[in-house]
């Protein structure tokens, strides 16, 4: 199986940013990606324990239309 472990956080913000460094650290050739089905692909296989984890992103994204809120920073 996966090798996994979880991190408790104290808040919600704390969760965030330790999120965001942990994306930054190990996916960082993702932050050159504009489509957001290259993210799901690669979170589905190298992050996630649910096999149908980037459909679940895929379809959390088409049903909220989140793609209005992509901007390039």
């Known amino acids: 199986g996966q ?7 104290k808040n919600a913000f704390d969760s965030f940013r330790g999120h965001t460094i942990h994306l930054r650290t ?3 050739s993702l932050f050159k ?4 089905r290259s993210w ?7 992050y996630a324990v649910d096999e149908k984890y980037a459909a679940k992103l ?5 049903e909220y ?6 901007v390039k920073i």
């Open 3 to 9: 090798n996994c472990h979880f991190i408790r956080y």
């Open 26 to 28: 190990y996916y960082k």
């Open 33 to 36: 990606e504009t489509n957001y």
């Open 40 to 46: 799901t692909a690669v979170l589905g296989k190298k």
């Open 58 to 62: 895929n379809n959390i994204i088409k």
């Open 65 to 70: 239309y989140l793609t209005q809120y992509d």
